[in-house]
C-alpha cells in the first residue's frame, strides 16, 4: 500500500481521468483535473490558517461539491476529517468535536433552516467552560452558498470561541495565497497510508457513539476492489444518495467514484420527486442506498413521468433486505446489475457484497460473498464456528477492519478480539457457496412464551403483503407470554389495511408465537442516517 493515500488518489485521477466530469452539482461541474485543484486551494488555505498534520477537522454540511472539495484539500493538508451527521443538534455536534478536539469546522451554515453555530454556541454549559470544551477550535467556513449564510446567534466574541477565526467559503480560499502551490503539494506528499483519513462516529443505535478511526490505505484498497466487481465504470454517472458523513456516501461513493473515473452527482437530501428528476436529467447510471430509497421510487405515482433508462447499477444494504424489494427492483427497474451487500463503518462500509453472475435468488436471499482479503465467521453462543446454514454471529477480519475507537480502548477491545476479529453484533448464516445473510441484530431478538422471534422473519414475509411498503417489528412487552411481536406498517400508496386483515394474513404464514398481536399504520419509520430502522425508538414510543 506504498502509495495508497487519498491526496495521491486524487492525483492520479486527475492524470488517468483529466477533462472528464468529476463532480455535477446542480448546475456546478468540474473535471477531475478541475477537482485536484480546488482541493489543492483548500489545502493551501489550510495551511495559512494553521491547520495540517494530524489536527482534526469536522464536516458539518449535506452532500454537495463544496463538501468533497474541503475534504480531499484537509486530507491532503494531512488532516483527519471528522463527518458530523447533518441530523444533529448543536449538543450531539459540540460532544463530537469536544471528544475529539476539533480544530476546524466545515458547516453549511443554515441548512434546512437550522441555525447551527448558533445552537452550538447554546448547548455549551455556559461561560468559563466553553472554552475548555472547545478550546481546540481555531478555525470556522461557512460552506453555505451565500458565503456568509444565515446569521449565527452571538457574535464572533462569544465566550469560547474567541480564539476562532470564522470565514466565508470565498473568504477561505482567499487566504491560500499565503502558501505555495510546492508547499501545499509537499504537505499531501507526507500523507501516509497509515494515517487517519476519518473519524465517524457510528449511529449510537446501542448506545454513546464511538469514533471509528479510519485510514487512507485500506479503504482505497477496498474499494478498487468493490468498483470492479460491481462493475463500476469511467463515464458512470453516480447519484450519491448516502451522506458524505457516512462511509456510503464518503467511502462506497466518493473514493470509489476517483478510483474508477465516475462522474459524483450529491443530492443533499432525497426527496422521490427531485431524485427521479436528476436521474433524468445528469443521465444517472449508478445508485447506491438503502432500502428505502428504491422503495420510494417503486411506489411513486410519479415515477412513469421520468426517463429512467439510463441507470445501470445499484446496490443496496445497511439493514436488512427484504426479498420482495430486490425481486421488484430486478423486474421494474432497468438495471442490468442489482445486488446487495453489507458492511459497517468498522470495516470500512463494506465486507461482503453480490457478484454480477449471481442469479437473482442468491442477490434477494444474501449479502453476497466476502470481499478480496476480507475474511468471515458466522459463530454460535460458545464461540464455535457454526453449521452451513446454522445462524450466530458474524465476526469479521482482515485488511479492511478499523484499528479501533478513538480514544476508547475498553470499546476497542470489547469489538475485536486478540486473534484480530471484529464481533458485529449481527445475526447470520453462511450458505454453501460462502454467502452471507444477515437475519438480525442480537439486541433486536424477542422472546415469546420461551421461543425466540427474529424481528427480520416477521418483516420479510409482512413485506410481502400487496399494501405494505415497509414494515418493523420489535416485541413490547404480555402479561401473558413476556413479549410479543408489534408491527409499524407503511401503506402501499393508496392503501389502507386494516389490523385484522393483516394479523389474519400472518398467521396463514407464520407460526401463532410469530405473528405480530397489534399493527399500526405510519407514514414513516425513525432511521439513522444511513437508513437503519432505529428500533430503539419504536421500543420507547411503545412504552
Known amino acids: 500500500m506504498a502509495d495508497l493515500t487519498i491526496p495521491r488518489l486524487l492525483r492520479d485521477s486527475a492524470v488517468k481521468y483529466g477533462e472528464s466530469q468529476a463532480v455535477a452539482d446542480n448546475g456546478v461541474t468540474l473535471t477531475f483535473a478541475e477537482l485536484a485543484d480546488a482541493a489543492l486551494t483548500v489545502t493551501r488555505a489550510a495551511l495559512a490558517q494553521g491547520i495540517g498534520a494530524g489536527d482534526r477537522v469536522a464536516i458539518w454540511a449535506p452532500n454537495s461539491h463544496r463538501w468533497i472539495v474541503s475534504a480531499l484539500g484537509v486530507l491532503s493538508a494531512g488532516a483527519t476529517v471528522v463527518p458530523l451527521n447533518t441530523r444533529?443538534?448543536?449538543?450531539?455536534?459540540?460532544?463530537?468535536?469536544?471528544?475529539?478536539?476539533?480544530?476546524?469546522?466545515?458547516?453549511?451554515?443554515?441548512?434546512?433552516?437550522?441555525?447551527?453555530?448558533?445552537?452550538?454556541?447554546a448547548s455549551g454549559p455556559g461561560a468559563g467552560a466553553e472554552d475548555t470544551e472547545l478550546g481546540d477550535l481555531r478555525l470556522i467556513v461557512d460552506l453555505s452558498p451565500s458565503g456568509g449564510g444565515q446569521a449565527a446567534s452571538g457574535s464572533s466574541g462569544s465566550?469560547?470561541?474567541?480564539?476562532?477565526?470564522?470565514?466565508?467559503?470565498?473568504?477561505?480560499?482567499?487566504?491560500?495565497?499565503?502558501?505555495?502551490?510546492?508547499?501545499?503539494?509537499?504537505?499531501?506528499?507526507?500523507?501516509?497510508?497509515?494515517?487517519?483519513?476519518?473519524?465517524?462516529?457510528?449511529?449510537?443505535?446501542?448506545?454513546?457513539?464511538?469514533?471509528?478511526?479510519?485510514?487512507?490505505?485500506?479503504?482505497?484498497?477496498?474499494?478498487?476492489?468493490?468498483?470492479?466487481?460491481?462493475?463500476?465504470?469511467?463515464?458512470?454517472?453516480?447519484?450519491?444518495s448516502l451522506p458524505l458523513f457516512h462511509t456510503g456516501g464518503n467511502k462506497a461513493g466518493m473514493i470509489a467514484s476517483l478510483i474508477h473515473g465516475v462522474t459524483m452527482v450529491p443530492l443533499p437530501v432525497f426527496d422521490t420527486a427531485s431524485a427521479l428528476a436528476v436521474i433524468e436529467r445528469e443521465r444517472i447510471t449508478v445508485m447506491n442506498g438503502p432500502p428505502t430509497i428504491y422503495y420510494a421510487i417503486l411506489d411513486s405515482p410519479e415515477r412513469a413521468k421520468f426517463d429512467l433508462s439510463s441507470l445501470r447499477v445499484a446496490a443496496t444494504g445497511a439493514a436488512v433486505v427484504p426479498e420482495i424489494l430486490v425481486e421488484r427492483?430486478?423486474?421494474?427497474?432497468?438495471?442490468?446489475?442489482?445486488?446487495?451487500?453489507?458492511?459497517?463503518?468498522?470495516?470500512?462500509?463494506?465486507?461482503?457484497?453480490?457478484?454480477?453472475?449471481?442469479?437473482?435468488?442468491?442477490?434477494?436471499?444474501?449479502?453476497?460473498?466476502?470481499?478480496?482479503?476480507?475474511?468471515?465467521?458466522v459463530v454460535d453462543e460458545g464461540g464455535q464456528v457454526a453449521e452451513t446454514g446454522i445462524p450466530g454471529e458474524v465476526l469479521i477480519r482482515g485488511?479492511?477492519?478499523?484499528?479501533?475507537?478513538?480514544?476508547?480502548?475498553?470499546?476497542?477491545?470489547?469489538?475485536?478480539?486478540?486473534?484480530?476479529?471484529?464481533?458485529?453484533?449481527?445475526?447470520?448464516?453462511?450458505?454453501?457457496?460462502?454467502?452471507?445473510?444477515?437475519?438480525?441484530?442480537?439486541?433486536?431478538?424477542?422472546?415469546?412464551?420461551g421461543f425466540n422471534v427474529s424481528p427480520a422473519e416477521v418483516e420479510q414475509v409482512m413485506a410481502r403483503h400487496p399494501d405494505i411498503l415497509e414494515v418493523a417489528v420489535i416485541g413490547v412487552p404480555d402479561a401473558r407470554l413476556g413479549e410479543v411481536a408489534r408491527a409499524y406498517v407503511i401503506p402501499a400508496h393508496g392503501k389502507a389495511p386494516a389490523e385484522r386483515e393483516l394479523i389474519d394474513w400472518c398467521r396463514e404464514r407464520l407460526a401463532n408465537f410469530k405473528v405480530p398481536r397489534s399493527i399500526e399504520l405510519v407514514d414513516a419509520l425513525p432511521r439513522n442516517a444511513s437508513g437503519k430502522v432505529l428500533r430503539r425508538e419504536l421500543r420507547a414510543q411503545a412504552g
Open 329 to 377: 427492483a430486478r423486474n421494474e427497474l432497468p438495471f442490468k446489475n442489482f445486488i446487495t451487500a453489507y458492511g459497517l463503518t468498522e470495516c470500512y462500509g463494506t465486507a461482503t457484497m453480490c457478484r454480477t453472475s449471481d442469479s437473482t435468488e442468491t442477490v434477494a436471499r444474501t449479502n453476497g460473498a466476502p470481499l478480496p482479503r476480507v475474511e468471515l465467521r
Open 399 to 449: 485488511g479492511n477492519l478499523t484499528r479501533g475507537y478513538w480514544q476508547d480502548p475498553e470499546a476497542t477491545a470489547a469489538a475485536i478480539d486478540t486473534d484480530g476479529w471484529l464481533h458485529t453484533g449481527d445475526i447470520g448464516t453462511l450458505d454453501a457457496a460462502g454467502n452471507l445473510k444477515i437475519t438480525d441484530r442480537l439486541k433486536d431478538l424477542f422472546i415469546v412464551g
Open 88 to 121: 444533529y443538534r448543536g449538543a450531539e455536534a459540540r460532544e463530537l468535536m469536544a471528544r475529539t478536539q476539533t480544530r476546524a469546522l466545515f458547516v453549511e451554515q443554515g441548512f434546512l433552516g437550522y441555525d447551527h453555530l448558533g445552537a452550538l454556541l
Open 159 to 240: 465566550s469560547g470561541w474567541r480564539q476562532a477565526v470564522r470565514l466565508g467559503w470565498d473568504e477561505f480560499l482567499g487566504s491560500a495565497t499565503a502558501v505555495s502551490a510546492d508547499d501545499a503539494t509537499r504537505a499531501a506528499d507526507a500523507v501516509r497510508p497509515e494515517d487517519l483519513s476519518e473519524i465517524i462516529f457510528t449511529s449510537g443505535t446501542t448506545g454513546r457513539a464511538k469514533g471509528v478511526m479510519l485510514a487512507h490505505g485500506p479503504g482505497i484498497e477496498l474499494y478498487t476492489k468493490y468498483g470492479q466487481i460491481w462493475g463500476l465504470r469511467p463515464g458512470d454517472r453516480y447519484l450519491i
